[in-house]
């Protein structure tokens, strides 16, 4: 069966460009896969991101951009800028040549806009033909700073290829019962104790065939994703797809007593100061529990069931007052939920409005608007059966529709119409629990619900190739657990005065499983010890003559395999041991770099410390996630970008130097983004000089003799007001400030598959109005095989015609 399924897969794709293959060297100026971008900077250079299976999962351009883009634009002109990239740029996303726009899947759904200081994330739902996509492609996401898309992640899909079982799938009953055959044999639960969710037909694009997906629910708790191939010809449908939607944890691996915890204090050693928590929750029954909006606390002490943890939320014992004595088991339960609620607080101050329900991944809509929703997370200390799995200590559950016995606090349910919320369930082994415990766990809870599904969940192809392609997206296991201990970096870091120090020798060695844990600096490796480098142990970069994978060489290689975890994936556990990359993240959240060589003497990083250092790597970190990295070397990227746009050129170097010595980043890797933006007031990217920023520049420096240098509306120079070196007057040309101002997003756009350039275009040409659900206006469209280009054209007339419609010809 294998082998024919790797027949069938092979046969369909053939026509898509292989991600993996190394591009060849671009003439100066240009860049891309198929060097067709120009570059917008002195130096630039690009990235592809890849499937496991030489798929194109996303593209990114540094020091260059993809297409223009203006803030605010309209959903129906950022759709169709994207669609006139794709069909001029397919070998840049790994299609085959003679795309047209009618081959792409993009609907007319709105578009999800994140605003992430200067650069900004819109994501687009996909189709294939009539079908909704499964997986991690569903949604293409565009990067953009103030002028321009500079990334996208997500496959695009193309229409033109046939899909496996795409002209008679199978049966919706067969499918079903499929599903719960699947889902009991995976999870151990008995199959009649299983009932399956929103049970549809979606396009599979990492298998190209067509399958019947569901969610698999055991009472209210949701345990399983799964996605059948719609094959008509089984009796049992073939599993494509199977995700628990579960994180292993550190569990037991790191356990150490605790007898209480003041943030303030020494947390790795006893006797450890105590601190008094407020009392807050929510009344029930006339009872304060350990509950409220954000975090609900849970003694399943005895609990077999995840139904039987939930009756038993902690009360306060005197009243309304949680005042047990440390080293009970009360204490234990109140200081992890004091310090649960200290990392969300933390972190909600930086996320507010701008987390994701995770119910697109049921294929729902939230209830509630863009910017209001926060997630819940609930946790169940000391369980008597493991519930999130035999090793997992997280996962997300929901409730189906509004009827459950769960107490109200377990329940995320907005009012009106509409399911009940995605919920963060921890379930974590005793009532005292380490500090690295729970930040870590709390970790895997914020990426959920960055950008629900596509760093946390990821793809389980059970017909592929048993193997690891590290720098693809088969990375994104191990990732999970590296950005899970990272957000624990930054909680030490922000919340934990002794332990957040950059001389704590004990805060790595405490999280980590690596073999070469402690921090890179002279106070913790006085010795001299080697520090952890970002490379294979085959890799002649590697120092490593031991050939032991955990020790100073950890990146993950094609032998980390765990079947369990399904084929085509990399091990979960690899990410718990990646010692460069907490080194490094150490090192930039305490805004130093420390020597390559003995001494590890450490100097300042002045840039990112006058950000400061902590807020702009925890704002990266959150950012990162909210892209989907996916891939070791995308995330690097998406945090490299952020900090490049948001805290500029000075600061970006600092950063990319530290990722550099732990070979995280080429040391040489240029400015990922020019995040400029005429009128701003600030001289970034290519321009000349921005209102009253002149980058430091007088009339001697552009070769005049003394006056005011000055600037236009177009950030270039004005040198009017400059005196001319042979005659001493004034000189009387400019750079051309009559000009109207720009933003750079209303270039001319040439297309290569008509030849036609937007804006340019002869009386008679046709095109297609904005869509009545956005502007308001019904215009009738007209046939022409560039109607979408003359579209673009009239973006920069539309603001004339707000108070109407655009229709006739242009």
Known sequence: MLLAWSLLLASVDAQRLDCRVPAASCPSAMTGPACDLPCAAEACDYARYCHGDGDTYGLAAFGARLFALGPGEPDWLVRLRLLQFIVDHPRDLGLAAGLRARDLGLPATPIGRVEAGALRLLRLRQHYREWPVFGADATLTLIADRSGVIGIRGAVIDGREDYAFVAAPADRDVAVASILAHAAARTGLAREALRPVRVRLVAFPRARALGWAAAVFHGPARVADVVVAADPRAELLPLLSFTDPTAAGLGDALAFEVRAEALDGDIFTAPIETVRLPTTGSLSDGNVRL???????????GAESRAQALASPVYGQLGGEFDAYPDSREYGLQNSYYLLRSFYAHTDAFMHGRWDSALPMLGLDSALPAGQFAPRLVVAADPAAPLCGAEASWCVSSAWAGASDDPPEALQHPLGPGPHEVVGAMYLKGANHSPSVLPHEFGHFVDLFAAPGLMFEPFVCMPCAADCHPGTTDDVLPLSETYASLMAL????????????????ATLTRLSLGE???????????????????????????????????????????????????????DRWVGYGIDSWFQAFWELLHAESCATAPPYECTPLRALAAAPAADAIGRALLYAAQVSSSTYRGFADDVATYVACNHGEAAYAELNEVLCHHQIRPC????????????DGVRSGGEACDGG?????TCEDVDFASGTLSCDARCQLVTEGCMSPETGESVTSSTGAEEPPTTGAEEPMTSEATGETAGSWSAGAAFVAPPTSEDGCACDSRSGGAWWLAVLGLARRRRRARGGCLNGHV
């Open 693 to 697: 920023d002149l980058g430091g520049q």
């Open 668 to 679: 040489e890797a240029p400015m990922p983004a020019l995040c400029e933006f005429c009128g």
């Open 516 to 570: 070469n844990r402690n921090p890179h600096n002279a106070a913790c490796r006085p010795s001299g010890a080697d520090f952890s480098r970002f490379v294979a142990d085959d890799d002649p970069a590697c120092t490593n003559d031991e050939n032991n994978f955990l020790d100073l060489c950890d990146l993950p290689t094609q032998i980390d395999i765990d079947f369990d975890e399904g084929t085509g994936l990399c």
């Open 490 to 505: 930054w909680f030490y870091r922000a919340l934990y005065p002794a332990a957040g120090q950059s001389d704590s020798c």
């Open 291 to 301: 509950a409220d909006e954000q975090v609900v606390l849970i003694d399943a002490a």
